[in-house]
């Protein structure tokens, strides 16, 4: 999938900080290139799929992440886990905002709340992706 996806965590409408911990825990044990001074990070899995993860962990806290080029299947189950742990959501341009759970959706800003969807695994946000 060819386009770029923001994770952001919100609290009360603005945007807070995601542990890095989370982002340890879940990309991590699929890295297989880094460049640090880009804050680059690329991830393969299991089922031959693979993504470009951009993000920087600085006092064990990441501002944000965003995911590019990346493949359906395991790297969006692997997205879906990431959003749980961090309690962040996912921002696809042009799409509804993706939760982890629908607390989530009164942390939004107010022209995100509407039209986001919970969803569960990759499977809902590949639906969700093809149906923008």
Known sequence: MGYDMFVQ????????????EAFRAVFEP????????LSYW??????GGTAD???????????????SRF??????DMLVEFIG????????????????????????PAELRADA???QMGADVERVLESC
């Open 9 to 20: 965590r919100f609290e009360r409408g603005d945007a807070g900080p995601i542990a890095g």
């Open 30 to 37: 699929h890295v297989d290139r880094r460049q640090p001074e």
């Open 42 to 47: 690329h991830i393969s899995l299991d089922d």
């Open 53 to 67: 993860v951009y993000a920087t962990v600085a006092d064990d806290t990441l501002d944000s992440l965003m995911i």
């Open 71 to 76: 493949s359906p299947g395991l790297v969006l």
């Open 85 to 108: 742990l961090a309690d962040a959501v996912v921002l696809p341009p042009g799409c509804p905002t993706l939760l982890a759970h629908e607390g989530q959706r009164h942390h939004l």
């Open 117 to 119: 969807v919970v969803v």
